[in-house]
């Protein structure tokens, strides 16, 4: 503006900015922008959405209606802790094998697919319910599932995780049947478990409601052809189409990823529209991938991927985060383009986000200053500094006897090798720190850390923990010139517990 500080400060204040005035507070795009305007400057904003090219997915009514056909459903099993939904997946799984479909034994990459013993039709099963992926993608209002399987056990009926997977269907809408496990058992009570369903609002069929029952054993396999068939037929009355045209652009979700030895990113995808073929181009976050090569459950190498089929792909530039939704570029140009439009879109909303954390950090610290000063005027007076309670109200915890107020911020972010275990550390670390000590996490990622991240830990004073992942020789160097702190880990209990000695290590001394 080329104007001298004093200048600048007297007309933010007269404009009403002397709340935030400190000379290291950074102003956010309105405000800098009203005063560039108070200064007769013309204002440009930068429209964080139209930064470059992008990919949306194709809305279902631009996909003619010939091309759309009938697709495989979609399904994820739900339920109480040891009700059986891992004795049921690993039945269905085994099965697949048996039918001689596949010729090996079955690789975990998230989800598999199984052709039903009586009718020959095929179901895609997610095999990791609750998995991080999926919140993230329930967050973004993605439903990828058609129809959830609840598991409720014959011996133990309903428990507090199945009534919230009834709350997560009865928000989602999606469709349910119920499956009641361990039927097996001497002490199971099948009868019961319905009654319960039906007083928590699940419209059994038994008592004249549209959801199917099943009672099933997964250890025996006890009317398991019947739940497949029983899904088969609730996936016809949806009516679920999918076009597999070459014409229809990709879509699809990232159910998991994983650096692995010897062929660097490999992603697992749930196609839901349109066939992958070897060569095709898709773009998944802030990464591409020219499939190189695509395999399915049983470590088979497939060369297409239609509607409904989840695979394993290789080619990735860098690991796509599992959750992130799947589109097709049209070729490798564009992908770089839309990955480059999306990067500069996410350090500038990073770059929002570190600013408001700061400003938060210097409007404490100013609080704080300011609170220091009011108590040392109230000694003066010989007045008791609890006087000031009242008055201090919103600035943080701390006792306002013993003159602390605010607790200290301890910043990190973390790194580590695959989005679920990120997810996992986020996770646990939120629940330490206290009224004291307050633990911040800026952001976290998979991969290496890179010199973005090393900048972003200085500027906010963070602490990086890596977990299961190696430190680039260059980084370790610049980390010990700037004297960013980068803690490795490779098993989170110890990464928590180095964490929480740091945090200890904060509190004041008690007396
Ligand atoms: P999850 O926590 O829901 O995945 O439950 P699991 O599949 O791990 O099962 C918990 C326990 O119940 C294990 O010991 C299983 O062997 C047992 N179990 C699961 N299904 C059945 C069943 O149909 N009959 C009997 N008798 N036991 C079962």
Redesign the pocket.
């Known amino acids: 503006l080329n104007v001298r500080y004093e200048q600048l400060t007297s007309r933010l204040t007269s404009m009403g900015f002397e709340e935030n005035l400190t000379h290291n507070f950074i102003l956010d795009q309105e405000t800098s922008g009203l005063i560039a305007d108070e200064y007769g400057f013309e204002v440009n904003y930068q429209d964080l959405e139209n930064l470059g090219p992008d990919l949306k997915p194709t809305e279902s009514k631009d996909i003619p209606e010939k091309l759309l056909k009938p697709r495989p459903p979609i399904v994820t099993i739900m339920?109480?802790?040891?009700?059986?939904?891992?004795?049921?997946l690993d039945y269905l799984r085994k099965s697949s094998i048996v039918q001689g479909e596949h010729g090996g034994i079955t690789q975990h990459i998230g989800a598999f697919s199984v052709k039903t013993p009586v009718s020959k039709k095929l179901i895609t099963f997610l095999d990791t319910p609750g998995h991080a992926a999926f919140l993230k993608m329930r967050e973004r209002g993605a439903v990828v599932t058609d129809i959830v399987i609840l598991?409720v056990?014959a011996d133990d009926s309903v428990m507090p995780q199945t009534k919230e997977a009834i709350k997560h269907i009865k928000k989602t809408g999606v469709q349910v049947i119920v499956a009641v496990?361990?039927?097996?058992?001497e002490n199971a009570n099948p009868d019961k478990v319905i009654r319960d369903l039906a007083e928590n609002e699940i419209d059994v069929e038994d008592y004249g409601g549209e959801v199917q029952t099943v009672r099933?054993?997964?250890?025996?396999g006890l009317n398991m052809d019947k739940l497949e068939e029983s899904i088969i037929t609730l996936s016809e009355i949806m009516d679920l189409k999918a076009s597999k045209d070459k014409k229809t652009p990709v879509e699809g979700w990232v159910i998991e990823s994983k650096t692995q030895k010897g062929m660097g990113a490999l992603a697992t995808v749930l196609i839901t529209q349109g066939t992958l073929t070897n060569g095709d181009v898709i773009v998944a976050g802030g990464t591409y991938c020219k499939v190189r090569s695509m395999k399915d459950e049983a470590g088979k190498i497939v060369k297409q991927a239609p509607p409904s089929t989840p695979v394993e792909i290789w080619g990735w530039k860098e690991l796509p985060e599992a959750g992130e939704l799947v589109l097709q570029a049209k070729d490798e140009k564009l992908a770089k383009q839309v990955v480059e439009t999306r990067q500069l879109r996410a350090s500038k909303e990073d770059q929002v986000k570190d600013i408001e954390s700061l400003n938060q950090m210097r409007m404490e610290e100013k609080k704080d200053v300011e609170r220091r000063e009011k108590i040392e005027e109230l000694k003066k007076y010989g007045l008791d500094s609890s006087d000031l309670e009242g008055e201090a109200a919103g600035s943080g915890g701390g006792s306002a006897s013993d003159g602390s107020a605010g607790p200290v911020v301890v910043n990190y972010i973390i790194k580590s090798d695959v989005s679920g275990s990120a997810e996992a550390i986020v996770e646990s670390l939120e629940n330490l720190g206290n009224e004291e000590v307050k633990l911040n996490i800026l952001y976290s990622g998979v991969g290496a850390p890179t010199e973005s991240d090393l900048e972003r830990a200085e500027l906010a004073n963070a602490t990086i923990l890596l977990f299961n992942v190696n430190m680039p020789k260059d980084i370790d160097n610049k980390a010990y010139q700037k004297q960013v702190s980068i803690q490795q880990h490779t098993v989170i209990y110890h990464l928590i517990e180095a964490v929480t000695e740091e945090l200890s290590s904060k509190l004041a001394p008690t007396i």
Do not use: F, M, Q
């Open positions: 339920g109480h802790v040891d009700h059986g939904k891992t004795t049921i598991v056990a496990n361990k039927c097996d058992k099933v054993s997964g250890l025996t």
